[in-house]
């Protein structure tokens, strides 16, 4: 094969080197237009897996890393001047240049054709005489923007300006250090490199860099007032530039990574935030998955099986660069959004900073240093030997004895809007499971109001009965166990299929009229247009609401939840892609909030004084001009003025066309932001799996209740495994005195 290499960086090199070494035949030419010792930045910092990887790949490009390392294990977080060191994490790095001049070695060593200071000919001319052609050309990938209609790229560029610098200093632990300013919060980034040197990143939002007048400064000025700002962390030392440059972050997203016989590696492909550090990471690993599929005894066969083997590398590698992707935006946006964190109390805050990614979690930063996620918890008030999602909360005169909820789920099985056995049982078995509060699916307040025929209601004395049934059975056969009632209207969402049947699809026969604020379909050309709601019809919907919380109120719930998310009919009015009046009701924010807080009102003078109300929301239309974060911390607060105990923070589901950033807990930073900003109690949802994230968000202060539905199908005694799994057997949950012979894991039986 005849491979040529477009890119000198890491990530270019240890491609050459890895095909080359394993493939002596193979004849490797790399193009970089620097000079061998052209680099930006200053210290790279490489994981134990990822030197596994190289180790396993090439022992002798180990032993020289292994060589050069500095190696430390712990974390200290510098806030309002007080240190707080989180300890056996484990990090190495060595300098930039060091490990090019390793590569360089390597490469000339095994005969890679090393071209320096040479500008390489496009990928498409390379490919006519090459039988693969690795683009490891960075983010700013020539390769990528020359072929963007096949590649389709999505860059994005985020909002805070960073510079890359150093100091002659060696700190002894990973630095984070929060600057509070009159022109903002600005943090510093810093980890050695060398004995005798550190990577020093500093960082701030777009709009303090501008004024602190960073936009106007020289180098030279740049550098004397970012070593002023964090003199204690660097001893009064200067600050060194490698031909920095203040730079916004973009991150790098491609639908497809080869084309032909070209492949993107490294940042032309991906790129990942620094501040979990994995761009040289993820380059060095991209190479030894791509080698992996190219040389050696599961090789394509041939010059002819490339872009099948090439296919294979990114089906490999696109899962586990997605992951990292995810990670490093929520930490991304840890940071930018900064400035409503700074007051957590110090060592919730730096609990917050360590597990912002959702990778390190209560349970493994336990396991790495227990005495410092000892402290976290007492100084969050959480008893000695209790996990945080095992301590009490207080909802007006409720207080649950637990933090997990059993999300609302519609279950589709409702007869003419009553609840029957089938309702009984799944409520019934998850009220016995443990959660301290359990949620009905919506419970629609008329038959116009259902979304499918399928869906429950309160509007008859039936219903009532029904409810009352299984409010009985959970408070007799769970005590202590809460029962919430949601209510809701489906809005232009209703007159549709069961989910299993078609979701959002509407009734082939025995629909009904919808309405809306506004006449907008869900779906158009597919669902019904919606009729324009007027102040008649608008006061009956009120009503109905009315009389379906005094129903509620008689059937024994121990809390309301107002449904004001999800594209049903409250919701609709908020969000201004749905919401097209030009009346009192529509236009600016606090017009659209005008209707759902009516009806907030008058069902909150009809339920128990004593009983706590909460609302459910959408945070984000995930879609272009839809609800905004900001406009989701105003509703929260109107709603909270207007006597909310909490709000359910969910998202989108609001518009068909949404692009919803899915992932691990990812809604979680919606209800963080209300929670801080707001200062009302939040529940959040999304993707939160296991009582490790519960733990982590609760400890962290990112959530009061954590609302979780697919663990709870899955397991309808999740909450009570999930307190013998901790080993934990405190107030904070009761096992049914039927199921206690239960209570411990059953032994598993031995492998021979």
């Given at each position: 094969?005849?491979?040529?290499?477009?890119?000198?960086?890491?990530?270019?090199?240890?491609?050459?080197?890895?095909?080359?070494?394993?493939?002596?035949?193979?004849?490797?030419?790399?193009?970089?237009?620097?000079?061998?010792?052209?680099?930006?930045?200053?210290?790279?910092?490489?994981?134990?897996?990822?030197?596994?990887?190289?180790?396993?790949?090439?022992?002798?490009?180990?032993?020289?890393?292994?060589?050069?390392?500095?190696?430390?294990?712990?974390?200290?977080?510098?806030?309002?001047?007080?240190?707080?060191?989180?300890?056996?994490?484990?990090?190495?790095?060595?300098?930039?240049?060091?490990?090019?001049?390793?590569?360089?070695?390597?490469?000339?060593?095994?005969?890679?054709?090393?071209?320096?200071?040479?500008?390489?000919?496009?990928?498409?001319?390379?490919?006519?005489?090459?039988?693969?052609?690795?683009?490891?050309?960075?983010?700013?990938?020539?390769?990528?923007?020359?072929?963007?209609?096949?590649?389709?790229?999505?860059?994005?560029?985020?909002?805070?300006?960073?510079?890359?610098?150093?100091?002659?200093?060696?700190?002894?632990?990973?630095?984070?250090?929060?600057?509070?300013?009159?022109?903002?919060?600005?943090?510093?980034?810093?980890?050695?490199?060398?004995?005798?040197?550190?990577?020093?990143?500093?960082?701030?939002?777009?709009?303090?860099?501008?004024?602190?007048?960073?936009?106007?400064?020289?180098?030279?000025?740049?550098?004397?007032?970012?070593?002023?700002?964090?003199?204690?962390?660097?001893?009064?030392?200067?600050?060194?530039?490698?031909?920095?440059?203040?730079?916004?972050?973009?991150?790098?997203?491609?639908?497809?990574?080869?084309?032909?016989?070209?492949?993107?590696?490294?940042?032309?492909?991906?790129?990942?935030?620094?501040?979990?550090?994995?761009?040289?990471?993820?380059?060095?690993?991209?190479?030894?998955?791509?080698?992996?599929?190219?040389?050696?005894?599961?090789?394509?066969?041939?010059?002819?099986?490339?872009?099948?083997?090439?296919?294979?590398?990114?089906?490999?590698?696109?899962?586990?660069?997605?992951?990292?992707?995810?990670?490093?935006?929520?930490?991304?946006?840890?940071?930018?959004?900064?400035?409503?964190?700074?007051?957590?109390?110090?060592?919730?805050?730096?609990?917050?900073?360590?597990?912002?990614?959702?990778?390190?979690?209560?349970?493994?930063?336990?396991?790495?240093?227990?005495?410092?996620?000892?402290?976290?918890?007492?100084?969050?008030?959480?008893?000695?030997?209790?996990?945080?999602?095992?301590?009490?909360?207080?909802?007006?005169?409720?207080?649950?004895?637990?933090?997990?909820?059993?999300?609302?789920?519609?279950?589709?099985?409702?007869?003419?809007?009553?609840?029957?056995?089938?309702?009984?049982?799944?409520?019934?078995?998850?009220?016995?499971?443990?959660?301290?509060?359990?949620?009905?699916?919506?419970?629609?307040?008329?038959?116009?109001?259902?979304?499918?025929?399928?869906?429950?209601?309160?509007?008859?004395?039936?219903?009532?009965?029904?409810?009352?049934?299984?409010?009985?059975?959970?408070?007799?056969?769970?005590?202590?166990?809460?029962?919430?009632?949601?209510?809701?209207?489906?809005?232009?969402?209703?007159?549709?299929?069961?989910?299993?049947?078609?979701?959002?699809?509407?009734?082939a026969e025995g629909g009904w009229p919808v309405a809306g604020p506004s006449p907008l379909p869900y779906r158009p050309g597919v669902s019904q247009v919606p009729r324009q709601l007027g102040p008649c019809e608008m006061a009956?919907?009120?009503?109905?609401?009315?009389?379906?919380?005094?129903?509620?109120?008689?059937?024994?719930?121990?809390?309301?939840?107002?449904?004001?998310?999800?594209?049903?009919?409250?919701?609709?009015?908020?969000?201004?892609?749905?919401?097209?009046?030009?009346?009192?009701?529509?236009?600016?924010?606090?017009?659209?909030?005008?209707?759902?807080?009516?009806?907030?009102?008058?069902?909150?003078?009809?339920?128990?004084?004593?009983?706590?109300?909460?609302?459910?929301?959408?945070?984000?239309?995930?879609?272009?001009?839809?609800?905004?974060?900001?406009?989701?911390?105003?509703?929260?607060?109107?709603?909270?003025?207007?006597?909310?105990?909490?709000?359910?923070?969910?998202?989108?589901?609001?518009?068909?066309?949404?692009?919803?950033?899915?992932?691990?807990?990812?809604?979680?930073?919606?209800?963080?932001?209300?929670?801080?900003?707001?200062?009302?109690?939040?529940?959040?949802?999304?993707?939160?799996?296991?009582?490790?994230?519960?733990?982590?968000?609760?400890?962290?202060?990112?959530?009061?209740?954590?609302?979780?539905?697919?663990?709870?199908?899955?397991?309808?005694?999740?909450?009570?495994?999930?307190?013998?799994?901790?080993?934990?057997?405190?107030?904070?949950?009761?096992?049914?005195?039927?199921?206690?012979?239960?209570?411990?894991?059953?032994?598993?039986?031995?492998?021979?």
């Amino acid at each position: 094969m005849r491979v040529a290499v477009i890119g000198g960086g890491p990530g270019g090199l240890y491609a050459a080197a890895l095909l080359k070494r394993q493939d002596p035949g193979c004849e490797v030419t790399l193009w970089e237009r620097n000079a061998p010792d052209d680099t930006f930045g200053f210290g790279v910092v490489l994981s134990d897996e990822t030197l596994g990887g190289i180790e396993s790949a090439d022992p002798d490009v180990y032993a020289a890393l292994r060589r050069s390392f500095v190696r430390w294990d712990a974390i200290d977080v510098v806030h309002r001047g007080r240190a707080l060191r989180s300890g056996g994490h484990g990090f190495a790095a060595l300098g930039r240049r060091r490990l090019l001049r390793i590569l360089h070695e390597r490469c000339r060593g095994l005969g890679v054709d090393l071209r320096f200071r040479t500008e390489a000919p496009p990928a498409a001319a390379l490919a006519r005489g090459h039988d693969l052609v690795v683009a490891a050309d960075g983010v700013h990938s020539a390769t990528r923007t020359a072929h963007a209609d096949h590649f389709r790229p999505t860059l994005t560029t985020h909002r805070c300006r960073y510079i890359w610098l150093s100091a002659d200093v060696a700190f002894d632990a990973f630095r984070f250090e929060i600057a509070e300013t009159g022109h903002g919060v600005m943090q510093l980034h810093g980890y050695p490199y060398a004995p005798d040197a550190s990577t020093v990143i500093v960082e701030m939002r777009e709009e303090v860099w501008r004024r602190a007048g960073f936009d106007r400064r020289t180098e030279e000025e740049t550098l004397r007032e970012c070593a002023a700002l964090f003199a204690d962390a660097l001893g009064g030392r200067p600050l060194r530039s490698n031909r920095s440059a203040w730079t916004a972050f973009r991150t790098v997203v491609n639908a497809r990574w080869s084309y032909g016989r070209t492949v993107l590696l490294g940042d032309a492909a991906h790129t990942a935030h620094f501040s979990i550090g994995s761009g040289t990471k993820l380059a060095v690993e991209d190479a030894l998955a791509l080698a992996g599929r190219l040389v050696g005894p599961g090789g394509p066969g041939g010059p002819d099986g490339v872009p099948a083997a090439l296919a294979a590398y990114e089906a490999e590698r696109r899962p586990l660069v997605e992951s990292t992707q995810r990670a490093a935006r929520a930490s991304l946006e840890w940071f930018e959004e900064l400035e409503w964190r700074r007051d957590r109390t110090p060592r919730r805050f730096a609990f917050d900073l360590l597990t912002r990614s959702r990778r390190v979690t209560h349970d493994n930063l336990r396991l790495r240093d227990p005495a410092f996620v000892a402290a976290v918890e007492a100084e969050a008030g959480v008893p000695s030997g209790t996990p945080p999602m095992f301590t009490p909360f207080t909802l007006r005169g409720l207080t649950l004895r637990n933090r997990v909820v059993v999300s609302a789920m519609d279950m589709y099985s409702a007869t003419d809007g009553t609840p029957g056995d089938f309702h009984l049982v799944h409520l019934g078995a998850r009220a016995l499971g443990g959660a301290g509060l359990v949620m009905t699916e919506m419970v629609c307040v008329s038959p116009e109001g259902r979304i499918t025929p399928g869906c429950t209601g309160l509007y008859t004395p039936e219903h009532e009965a029904a409810w009352r049934r299984i409010t009985d059975f959970a408070h007799a056969s769970a005590p202590g166990t809460a029962v919430g009632v949601q209510l809701g209207h489906s809005g232009r969402k209703g007159s549709t299929r069961l989910m299993w049947e078609g979701i959002d699809d509407p009734l082939a026969e025995g629909g009904w009229p919808v309405a809306g604020p506004s006449p907008l379909p869900y779906r158009p050309g597919v669902s019904q247009v919606p009729r324009q709601l007027g102040p008649c019809e608008m006061a009956n919907i009120r009503q109905q609401f009315v009389n379906a919380a005094a129903s509620a109120a008689r059937a024994g719930f121990d809390l309301l939840e107002l449904h004001c998310a999800h594209g049903y009919l409250l919701s609709s009015f908020l969000s201004p892609l749905t919401n097209h009046r030009d009346d009192a009701y529509g236009g600016d924010l606090p017009r659209r909030l005008s209707y759902p807080l009516e009806v907030f009102d008058a069902v909150r003078a009809v339920w128990p004084a004593d009983r706590p109300m909460t609302v459910r929301i959408s945070a984000t239309d995930w879609a272009p001009g839809g609800t905004t974060a900001a406009d989701a911390v105003a509703v929260a607060r109107a709603f909270a003025a207007h006597g909310a105990d909490a709000v359910d923070v969910s998202t989108g589901q609001v518009v068909p066309d949404e692009r919803p950033a899915f992932g691990r807990s990812y809604q979680t930073p919606f209800a963080d932001r209300i929670r801080s900003e707001a200062g009302v109690p939040v529940i959040a949802v999304g993707a939160i799996s296991s009582w490790d994230d519960v733990n982590s968000l609760i400890l962290a202060g990112r959530a009061d209740l954590c609302a979780l539905g697919r663990p709870h199908l899955y397991d309808p005694h999740w909450t009570l495994h999930a307190a013998a799994e901790q080993g934990y057997t405190g107030p904070g949950v009761c096992w049914p005195v039927q199921y206690r012979a239960g209570s411990r894991r059953p032994p598993v039986g031995r492998r021979v």
